[in-house]
């Protein structure tokens, strides 16, 4: 299983940023899928997750800001990310089972 993940870039505060992971497999429908995210000297943390039956948890911070979907059809799942703060700033991960994207880098700046 290969994860792909896309979308991020250098937005303004409040602004938003849609990022997008696709796996080459079946693995977000029929296990649960992940983002973290790790900024700089940081440890890599929990943003938020989707089960099978589509579910959503959030971490808090992210909470009312952040909305994770899955299409099954496309074996793609989606951060949508809105009301960005510069807290916000980091390398974000898609994750299912042992499988990790390769990363994309979200910047939140004036």
């Known amino acids: 299983v290969q994860l792909q993940a896309s979308g991020g870039g250098l937005v303004q505060p409040g602004g938003s940023l849609r990022l997008s992971c696709v796996a080459s497999?079946?693995?977000?429908?029929?296990?649960?899928v992940a983002w973290y995210r790790q900024a700089p000297g940081k440890q890599r943390e929990w943003v938020a997750r989707?089960?099978?039956?589509?579910?959503?948890t959030y971490r808090d911070s992210v909470k009312g800001r952040f909305t994770l979907s899955r299409d099954n059809a496309e074996n793609t799942v989606y951060l949508q990310m809105n009301s960005l703060k510069s807290e916000d700033t980091a390398v974000y991960y898609c994750?299912?089972?042992?499988?990790w994207g390769q990363g994309t880098q979200v910047t939140v700046s004036s």
């Open positions: 989707l089960t099978t039956g589509g579910s959503a």
């Open positions: 497999g079946s693995c977000f429908i029929t296990n649960v």
């Open positions: 994750n299912c089972l042992i499988y």
